[in-house]
C-alpha cells in the first residue's frame, strides 16, 4: 500500500498565523483526503484534493481558511489561514489506492495559543 | 453511505478474543462494512472489510450476518497494543468521484488489560 509522509508532526502556532502541512506519498495516487480531527472526537472530512483541479471542501469548510494545493500526483498542501484557538486539532492526510483501501499519514498535531 | 452503531468502549482481557459489534442496518447491497483503527496518537490504519462472505486476515477476522444488518470484528489473541479506537464504516468500494472518502462514526474504545 502506499506510504505518506506529512510534516510537521506537531506544531504550536500564534493566533491570526498561518500553517501550512504538506503530504507526500510515495506514489501516484489520483485522489488525496485531508481530514480534521478535533480533541476527543473522530475525524472529519474537511475536503478532497484532485491533481489539476480545484479541491471540494465539505460543508462547513471554505477554501480561504483551509486553502489547499495539488500539484502533482504525490503531493498535496493544506494551510490553516488566520488560526485561533478553535483550529487546535489534528490534521491528517489521506490516499485511496484500488485494491489496498485507503491510507492515512501520522497526523500533524496543531495547537494554536 | 450507510450509518453505523458501535458501542463507545469495550473492555477485553489480554491474549482473549476482542469481539466488536457494529450495526448497519441500512447498508445497501453494494456497500462494504470496513474496519480501521485508530491506536492513540497515529493516523487510522485499515484492518479488514468484506461485503458478505466471512473475511480473515493476519490481523483479524470479520463476521457479516446473512442479512448483512451486522458485523463483527474479532481479534482472536487482544494484546495490549490492540488498545485503539475501532471504527466500523460501510461504503461504496469504490476510489474516485464523489464517493472516495472515508466517514467515520465515533467507533469504539478497545482497552486491552493485562
Known amino acids: 500500500s502506499a506510504v505518506i509522509s506529512q510534516k510537521p508532526s506537531r506544531d504550536i502556532c500564534q493566533r491570526g498565523t498561518s500553517l501550512t502541512i504538506q503530504c507526500q506519498v510515495d506514489?501516484?495516487?489520483?485522489?488525496m483526503f485531508w481530514y480534521r480531527q478535533q480533541p476527543g472526537q473522530s475525524l472529519t472530512l474537511i475536503a478532497t484534493?484532485?491533481?489539476?483541479?480545484?479541491?471540494?471542501?465539505e460543508s462547513g469548510f471554505v477554501i480561504d481558511k483551509f486553502p489547499i494545493s495539488r500539484p502533482n500526483l504525490t503531493f498535496s498542501t493544506l494551510t490553516v489561514s488566520n488560526m485561533s484557538p478553535e483550529d487546535s486539532s489534528i490534521y491528517l492526510c489521506?490516499?485511496?489506492?484500488?485494491?489496498?483501501?485507503?491510507?492515512f499519514g501520522s497526523g500533524t498535531r496543531l495547537t494554536v495559543v | 453511505d450507510a450509518k453505523t452503531t458501535q458501542p463507545p468502549s469495550m473492555d477485553c482481557a489480554e491474549g482473549r478474543a476482542a469481539n466488536l459489534p457494529c450495526n448497519h442496518s441500512t447498508i445497501s447491497g453494494n456497500e462494504y462494512v470496513y474496519w480501521y483503527r485508530q491506536i492513540h496518537s497515529q493516523g487510522p490504519q485499515y484492518i479488514i472489510h468484506?461485503?458478505?462472505n466471512n473475511e480473515t486476515n493476519e490481523m483479524a477476522s470479520l463476521i457479516i450476518t446473512e442479512d448483512r444488518k451486522s458485523s463483527t470484528l474479532i481479534l482472536p489473541h487482544a494484546t495490549l497494543r490492540d488498545t485503539a479506537v475501532y471504527y466500523c464504516?460501510?461504503?461504496?468500494?469504490?476510489?474516485?468521484?464523489?464517493?472516495?472518502?472515508?466517514?467515520f462514526g465515533k467507533g469504539t474504545k478497545l482497552s486491552v488489560k493485562p
Open positions: 489521506s490516499v485511496a489506492v484500488l485494491n489496498y483501501g485507503y491510507t
Open positions: 468484506g461485503l458478505k
Open positions: 484534493a484532485n491533481q489539476g483541479s480545484e479541491a471540494t471542501y
Open positions: 464504516i460501510v461504503r461504496v468500494a469504490t476510489y474516485g468521484g464523489s464517493q472516495g472518502n472515508l466517514i
Open positions: 506514489s501516484q495516487v489520483t485522489m
